[in-house]
């Protein structure tokens, strides 16, 4: 083969054997190249096991300056407790060590969990959280490991995004509990139907007595709640909640935060959370005053300054309590976030007053700074003020995780994330959506209990069953489609209007058909009367018809009579007639014989006229007068 093979090397032409020549000195310099590559290789690997152990070294230099740092303040604060409770304080080190590294190692940091980063300052969180506990309060060693428990749960789970994890965290803060302490009835807490409530807030006693205790039961928070929302109303414009489960945690959460010195929230939930409605109430709560910017077209950098310097003002000379309500929707300008990071970081704005307010704040504060025993120089007066501001004004940012906004933002601006407690709102569970429905739906008449239930329940499954699809659709189109609580208020909203509606045209119909029903009934009352009053009419007209015939029958009697003595005048009219004609001819010739004496008479009258007094009496003495005087005198 050896023979063969080199009688064909022999029989290549030149040109083939170059290329062969190459080939070789490439496989020459590749294998070459390969083994300096596996040389550095180990280089590599070999400094990265350096680097591990070193690494690996440091971290357990870490956990135990850790442990030593939070071991002093844990011990300092505990040795004025009873001697089991201060036995407590090296479990509950161990313990939170020990559930920080679970979480840690858990929840890794991603492009989407941008804040999934656990460091120090949340252990230091845990036991600032401790530290508020008092002899008198926590008298059991139960009950302060029911309070690590709770610490542990604001610093860590609070910050988690989904059920997913939150139910993780859960088991991983069980089992390290469980290990540590002695809680008969832990699991109570964690059970996923009607959880007791694992809650420590300033208010557990009430509104009047400021004591960080335990909530015993949701009844009597709900109770304080209420009272606190209804002075709230008085004072404010009027907020109309539901303060079911998951709303009296926030506002124990938000309470919690906003009363430690520097404490500022990161609320994060969609819109329509009840982020800024809870955060008023907790402010109230906490005897702060709630303070938000308006928005307007001209709103500019220069007027966000000039609220700032009021809000420090009040913070820092009146020492007024403040809270600074901001919303990212708020954010006119990225620029405004400089300003809120630094206050967020280390509470002082830098060149956010001028000379003259500078010097007029110092001057100010002169006063105070020679109380606390130190010299009234400017840098500590300045120094007092900024301390004020730090211990009265605490900022509440809200901001919704829909969209790149927040991420961006968050990572240009750290602070948001690293110097607040975040407290995320997970979506409402259908216990809680049961009992918004049940609230905004008591005010209406839904008919019977049953039916009312009914509706009542149907509202959370078809917002829940909505998710669901919308989850589906997700991840066949790759689409969101957000519900928030909002459109859960939305769709108890758009149910009451429309079942308005239609009983108001069901009752216009009902009014319309009873008006209708009512003129017939009146039409029929009145044709009944008409009916009576015909029949008597009729009774009577049967009489008047009997009458009338009667009437009439004498009528033809009479009237015979008079045709007979119709008969009887008209022949006396005849002879009337005659005599008319008779008497027409003698007035005709009396008329001629008028018309003859009357010449006579005038003759007469004149005769008459021409007598005297004279001749009457000699007329009258005549005993026997001639013819025709006698005539005159026989009147």
Known sequence: MHESAHGVLNACPPRCLARAAVRVRMHESAHGALNACRARCRACAAVRVRMHESAHGVLNACRAR????????????????????????????????????????????????????????????????????????????????????HESERVYADRLVSLTDLETYSKSAVAIAKKYFSIGDIDDYYKKKDPKPLIFCHF????????????AEYPALYKTLMEALTEYNE??????????????????????????????????????????????LAG????????????????????????????????GVKGEGIMFLFTDTQIVDERMLVYINDLLASGEIPDLFPTEDKDEIVNAMRGETKALGLVDSTENCWATFISKVKQNLHMVFTASPVGENFRIRSQRFLATVTSTVIDWFQPWPESSLFSVAKKFLDEIDLGNDALRGAVV????????????????????????????????????????????????????NIDRLESGLNKLQKVQADVDVLIEAAKVMAVEVEHKVASANVFAEQVGVEKEKVGVENAAAQVEAEKCAVIAKEVSEKQASCEKDLAAAEPLVAQAEAALDTLNKKDLGEAKSLKKPPAGVDDITAV
């Open 204 to 215: 557990a006693r009430g509104l009047a007595e400021k004591v960080y205790d335990e909530v």
């Open 235 to 280: 004072t404010n414009a009027v907020m109309d909640l539901v303060l079911f489960e998951d709303a009296m945690k926030h506002v124990c959460r938000i309470s919690r935060i906003i009363s430690n010195p520097s404490g500022h929230a990161l609320l994060v939930g969609v819109g329509g959370s009840g982020k800024q409605s809870l955060s008023r």
């Open 457 to 508: 329940e149907f509202m959370p499954y078809s917002f829940a069953l909505v998710n669901k699809v919308s989850s589906k659709f997700f991840e066949a189109e790759r689409r969101y489609n957000y519900t928030t609580p909002k459109t859960f208020l939305e769709l108890i909203k758009l149910y009451k209007n429309v079942l308005g509606k239609k009983r108001q045209a069901t009752q216009d």
């Open 66 to 149: 850790c442990r030593a740092c939070a071991a002093v303040p844990a011990q300092g604060h505990l040795k004025h407790f009873k001697e089991e409770v201060q036995d407590m304080g090296t479990k509950i080190l161990q313990a939170a060590l020990a559930l920080h590294d679970r979480v840690s190692s858990q929840f890794r940091k991603t492009a989407i969990n941008f804040h999934y980063e656990f460091t120090v300052r949340h252990l230091a969180n845990v036991f600032q959280g401790l530290l508020m506990s008092t002899p008198d309060q926590f008298n059991n060693t139960t009950k302060l490991a029911k309070l690590w428990l």
């Open 284 to 315: 109230h709560i906490s005897g702060y005053a709630t303070v938000t910017i308006v928005i307007s077209g001209s709103y500019s950098m220069n007027n966000f300054k000039e609220d700032l310097q009021k809000m420090y003002k009040r913070a």
